[in-house]
């Protein structure tokens, strides 16, 4: 592992931290992130700056189409179009599902914990929902938050790792 790879992974999960604790991710950070990437292509000679563009591009429209649908904040397509530079187009497939998987896992965590803490059973969130689904007079106040930058963190550890 080289300089640039370290502090890519120090920045990410710093970035990874900031979303769990405050749900917010510093502009800052992903700016940092995204100098640390350029210098790492820079510096260890990347060929293919077309694949690494694309794949930045390919992960920020796609999850700029989320953004719009309001199930992505702007600070995790900031990080997306930042992490698909780092991955170019080759890996973003793969990495992307092991994104995905994790956050999956981590929201159902998110949700088991938001059930536990709202003190309304399990099967009166059940029919609100469904009500809500039917129904659209029923609003159903309380939103789930999950951060996304802790799935990225992990979905492109466990990639790195398994590949």
């Known amino acids: 592992m080289n300089v640039t790879s370290l502090l890519f992974w120090g920045a990410l999960l710093a970035i990874g931290v900031s979303d769990a604790q405050r749900h917010r991710i510093p502009n800052k950070m992903v700016l940092l992130l995204m100098l ?63 994104i995905i998987l994790a956050g999956g896992v981590i929201g159902c965590f998110y949700l088991v ?24 007079k029923f609003q159903y106040h309380t939103k789930l938050v999950i951060p996304f930058a ?6 492109l550890a466990s990639y790195y790792y398994l590949h």
């Open 113 to 136: 914990q938001f059930l536990a803490l709202s003190g309304i059973s399990w099967q009166h969130n059940v029919k609100s929902y469904y009500y809500q689904r039917v129904s659209y």
């Open 150 to 155: 802790p799935a990225v963190v992990i979905g």
């Open 36 to 98: 640390i990437t350029v210098c790492h292509l820079f510096v260890y000679g990347i060929t293919q700056w077309s694949d690494h563009l694309l794949g930045g591009l390919l992960a920020f429209f796609v999850s700029l189409l989320f953004y719009w649908k309001r199930a992505m904040a702007a600070g995790d397509v900031k990080l997306l179009f930042v992490v698909g530079l780092w991955l170019g187009l080759d890996q973003l497939a793969g990495a992307s599902a092991y």
